[in-house]
């Protein structure tokens, strides 16, 4: 799979967007972008995925540069709640491990 | 509805006994998989079941480590004469599909090697 490479701390105000970047600039034609979050203590949540077009879903947003070599996931009004380590993730179509990295720890504060 | 559970949440061992560790997928769910993370790092790849054969075992450490899915649902993760470097949080997913689907992940077990 190919890397990825992220931020390893960000800060959000509450109530603000949340904007967390991922660069994966040997990205392959069948390779998809998968975000999952970890909260402390808890084991990875799925926020959402996309190939190459920008993807919506009550979580988040999903916007892929035309030539996918980047991401940027959206958090539109970041809460307390969503306190936690981002983990951006190319995964092949039709294979199925997840290969995380580090992540990125995002704090939102009051 | 019910989520991936796993058992226990917290295991404290003696270096040298075997663990049991216990994965409830989400009921259907076809693919099931095991992940180790270590503490600061990313959740890493153990092994893979689909229904009850086990597709890969590339992850798994060492032959200390073993993963079984008998009747392609309850899985169980036993590691054998544990050492420090296995503590640990393992973590349990399932996909309803082949594989590809969103994996759902458990609460994990915590594995603490003394």
């Known amino acids: 799979d190919a890397k990825t490479t992220q931020p390893p701390s960000m800060d959000c105000a509450e109530g603000r967007a949340a904007n967390l970047p991922c660069n994966h600039s040997t990205i392959s034609g069948n390779e998809y972008v998968y975000w999952y979050r970890q909260i402390h203590s808890q084991g990875p949540q799925y926020i959402i995925h996309g190939l190459k077009n920008n993807e919506t879903n009550e979580m988040a947003s999903l916007i892929i540069t035309e030539d996918r070599k980047s991401s940027t996931l959206i958090l539109p009004h970041a809460t307390l709640r969503d306190t936690a380590v981002y983990y951006c993730i190319v995964r092949v179509g039709g294979y199925s491990t997840l290969t995380f990295g580090k992540g990125t720890m995002l704090l939102v504060s009051p | 509805g019910a989520g991936v559970s796993q058992s226990p949440r917290y295991k404290v061992a003696k270096r040298g006994q075997d663990v049991a560790l216990r994965c409830d997928p989400i009921?259907?769910?076809?693919?099931l998989f095991w992940y180790q993370q270590a503490l600061g790092q990313g959740p890493e790849f153990l092994t893979y079941f689909q229904n009850e054969a086990q597709l890969d075992k590339s992850g798994l450490p060492s032959d200390r480590f073993f993963a079984e899915r008998p009747e392609g649902s309850v899985s169980t993760l036993k590691i054998q004469r544990t050492q420090q470097e296995d503590s640990a949080v393992y973590l349990c997913a399932s996909s309803l599909g082949l594989g590809t689907d969103t994996q759902y992940f458990g609460p994990g077990t915590r594995l603490t090697v003394l």
């Open positions: 009921s259907g769910h076809v693919s």
